[in-house]
């Protein structure tokens, strides 16, 4: 696709006061409120510690996972890997969601340099862990109020194992829309019951390694289409993991008690895609358009059956009831998938090499996760619940987590791309510091363009160490390529 911009969205940063903001918010629709002065220093609502029983999480900013593309083919980190947990330690949060996606056995590589969890790597993820912690330490005084997990994954209908190019999936349901998509034409892809024990049985194991490396609590990943988020759709699914909520959930609950009997110091936090609506496809004028699908769409967790553009969360509520039953209080909040509705999932001004140009101002896509979050928080005020979606509101990102956190509407402000290129925001506002904007992300999807093109990801365009890096030109090429 060629690489498109789109005239017709202001730039958050043309938006230099608060009433513009607020008048642009309305102008496009998107139901987001903000604080008009920003708090900083010690007294500072997003500088104020998180009581989780009894750990003390030390403020409210929280990494999001973000992988990097860029561990060996055997699964272990690199320097790139470690340059990127240390940015995550050196951040300033306090709360570290995961780092990044670890596939708990091979065919659930995302891709091939994807992080592996298992005995040759155990102890390499043991030391990304110690890493992050003396980063912080280093930059922040202290981390008895840091709290670290690991997220564990299998990539399901997304996997691509062995070869960057090549998908070689592992699905749970034939999908009338993205198995076309895709490239799936037969059944051979489909996990039987006795596969997805098996499957359970690796995630323990990758548990019991990340309770033995240190980390306080793993997440059992159920967003974003792969593997976990699709149990959650498998309405079509025949036997004991389909069909009934009670059987779509069956995954999670085998897993927590999996881990419960293995692992049982671990914490259990769990990422969700709270709603997804029907795939989009770029459309005539290079927006993005929905997928054509005729009569009801069971498809898209969180979404409305018969009009699927639209959210319904009774069964997001549902989900959230069993997470209470399970004992599970760790909650991160996402949306939709950034391979199918990635303007829904991942808000952004410039799409990514396989994306299309935003349908909707992408405020309109922060405000419905940060909508959808302030639904979930209210409604289950016990849960620890983490948002996403933040970095598209660039300088109004402070303002905006410090009025949801400060109304209770949330209880860390997740971070992602925005870590990328600026990873000590969080120590910034908290410390009192001026924003440093030349450092914003301004959501260019460079770190999404270069691994859907073989590449590391990285912040090509702001990150003065990518900038120089070698596969800087190779993004260059491939960007001319698509023009
Ligand atoms: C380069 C890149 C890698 C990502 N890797 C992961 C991942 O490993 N696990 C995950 O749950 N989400 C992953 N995400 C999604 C982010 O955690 C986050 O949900 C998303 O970027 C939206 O938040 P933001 O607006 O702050 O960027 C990734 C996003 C990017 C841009
Ligand atoms: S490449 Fe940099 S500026 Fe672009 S979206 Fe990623 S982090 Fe943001």
Excluded at 7 to 32: H, I
Excluded at 247 to 254: A, D, G, H, K, V
Excluded at 260 to 279: E, K, Y
Aim: charged share 25%; aromatic share 10%; glycine share 10%.
């Amino acid at each position: 696709m060629a690489e498109v911009t789109n005239p017709n969205y202001r730039r958050v940063a043309s938006l230099k006061t608060a009433d513009d903001f607020a008048a642009y918010l309305r102008e496009v629709g998107a139901d987001l409120q903000f604080d008009r002065e920003l708090q900083t220093g010690a007294e500072s609502v997003l500088a104020q510690p998180y009581q989780l029983g009894d750990i003390t999480i030390g403020n409210r900013f929280c990494i999001l996972p973000m992988e990097g593309w860029d561990g060996t083919e055997d699964g272990l980190p690199t320097d790139l890997t470690k340059r990127r947990w240390q940015h995550f330690g050196e951040s300033g949060a306090k709360l570290i969601w995961g780092g990044e996606a670890v596939a708990v056995r091979h065919d659930g590589r995302a891709n091939p340099n994807q992080l592996l969890s298992n005995d040759a790597t155990a102890r390499e993820v043991e030391d990304l862990r110690k890493l992050l912690v003396e980063a912080h330490e280093a930059k922040c005084g202290r981390s008895d109020d840091l709290l670290v997990g690991l997220q564990l994954t299998h990539s399901g209908r997304f996997a691509r194992p062995n070869d960057k190019k090549k998908l070689e999936p592992r699905i749970l349901y034939r999908h009338p829309i993205l198995d076309r998509k895709f490239g799936i034409s037969s059944d051979d892809a489909v996990f039987t019951d006795g596969e997805i024990g098996d499957l359970i049985g690796d995630f323990v194991k990758a548990a019991v390694r990340a309770e033995q490396a240190g980390y306080t609590f793993v997440d059992l990943k159920h967003c974003h289409g792969y593997l976990g988020h699709e149990f959650l759709s498998a309405t079509a699914r025949e036997g004991r993991y389909g069909g009934s909520l009670e059987n779509r959930t069956r995954f999670l609950r085998e897993l927590v008690a999996g881990v419960r009997r293995d692992a049982p110091s671990l914490l259990i936090g769990v990422r969700l895609s709270a709603f997804d609506l029907l795939p989009f496809k770029m459309g005539a004028d290079k927006r993005g358009v929905p997928e054509i699908h005729d009569g009801n769409y069971p498809f898209a967790f969180g979404g409305n059956v018969e009009d699927p553009l639209q959210i319904d969360l009774s069964e997001t509520f549902r989900f959230f009831d069993l997470l209470g039953e399970l004992g599970i209080k760790l909650v991160c909040i996402s949306a939709g998938s950034p391979y199918y509705n990635p303007h829904i999932q991942r808000p952004a001004m410039f799409p990514p090499s396989d994306g299309y140009l935003p349908p909707e101002d992408p405020l309109v896509g922060v405000a419905r996760q940060i909508k959808v979050t302030a639904e979930l928080k209210a409604r289950y005020p016990q849960m620890c619940v983490v948002g996403s979606g933040y970095t598209y509101l660039q300088e109004w990102l402070p303002h905006t987590g410090q009025y949801q956190v400060r109304n209770g509407l949330v209880d860390f402000v997740g971070l992602g791309r925005l870590v990328l290129s600026y990873h000590d925001l969080p120590y910034d506002v908290v410390n009192g510091r001026p924003l440093q904007t030349k450092r914003i992300c301004r959501t260019f999807s460079d770190c999404t363009t270069g691994p859907r093109n073989g590449l590391v990801s990285g912040c090509y365009p702001l990150d003065p160490f990518y900038k120089t890096h070698p596969q800087a030109e190779a993004l260059k090429t491939v960007k001319q390529e698509l023009k």
